[in-house]
């Protein structure tokens, strides 16, 4: 028999994850690739985070930054 189990703790936070791959080695750091859909449109939002100490926290603070920062409306 097998455990499993699930690192990436935004699952459950960050509403509307669509990918994500995370990684963790003693020279990269945790790194963290996130892709996110903002609107009904299924606009998606990519975001990547490098060489962090504070992966999960980072990408929090820079999903909820890219929604705020963007328009999102059809030119």
Known sequence: S???MNT?????????ITL????NTTGAKGTLALAVTVNEKGDELLAIVLGSDQ????????????KKAHSWEQP
């Open 2 to 4: 097998y455990y499993a």
């Open 8 to 16: 990436d703790q935004l699952l459950a936070t960050i509403s509307g």
């Open 20 to 23: 994500w791959k995370t990684g």
């Open 55 to 66: 992966r999960f926290t980072e990408m929090t603070n820079l999903v909820m930054w890219g």
